[in-house]
């Protein structure tokens, strides 16, 4: 499953979200909904039903959204849901908690600590620069933040997603021409916790970090490009992001 931000249930459901944030949580609610009957599928079931049910009145209520979430997950069980499993197991263990179910909160808040492990996703993986590298070299910890100047970063960012990495070498700084690197971790790596279970659950763009170097193994060329005014969009909505990056 790629992430598609262009895709009519994800765009629904970031509505929902803005509405949200600005205090309006029924019109919020009707927005998930219909997400979620406009649902063609058990990707896009699993993505609205964990919006619907986090916004219910009651714990019983909650649950069933939830279950339903963790169902259509199960039938997709790829990198890019498989990281949404340790929350959303922990999430229903609550729920069977807030009601006196202790051996089934047990049951769950084991299997969401048995899924908080590392990544299984095998790549291919890439980096977005507009640095000029070569094949051999290595990308290490400690450059600057491209959303925050201030900031030295103690990871090295990638991703298994070729397009995202194409808009994070668009929104790279430098006047190069944007490079999307064919990249092999070193070492270990994790779910990037800037996105993971943030604005959608799991790791959706498949995004990871890791202290050890990346060691750049080839070039891709082919990725869906953005254009001036997306990426200016894309700017602005960085601009407007107040939240603390997690280093």
Known sequence: MEFNPNNNVVKLCLQGMG??????????????????????????????????????????????????????????????VRSAFPALYANIAKCYEDLGEADKAKKNAELATSFRDK????????????????????????GISNYKPELKMNHIYFTALVNSAGLAAALAKGNGPERVYIVEPTGGFENDPNVTDKKFPGNPTRSYRS???????????????QTPEEIQQWRERLAKNTGEIIN
């Open 19 to 80: 509405m949200e944030e600005a205090g309006q949580p029924e019109e919020a609610h009707k927005l998930f909904l219909h997400a979620w009957n406009e649902a063609t599928n058990d990707s896009e079931k699993f993505i609205s039903a964990h919006y619907v049910a986090r916004l219910q009145k009651t714990v019983s209520d909650r649950l069933s959204w939830l279950e339903t979430a963790l169902q259509c997950a199960l039938k997709i069980d790829d990198d890019t």
């Open 119 to 142: 990544p299984s996703d095998k790549g291919p993986f890439y980096h977005g620069t507009r640095a000029d590298l070569q094949i051999g070299d290595l990308l290490t910890a400690g």
């Open 211 to 225: 202290q050890a170097p990346l060691k750049i193994i080839g070039e891709a060329t082919d990725w869906v490009r």
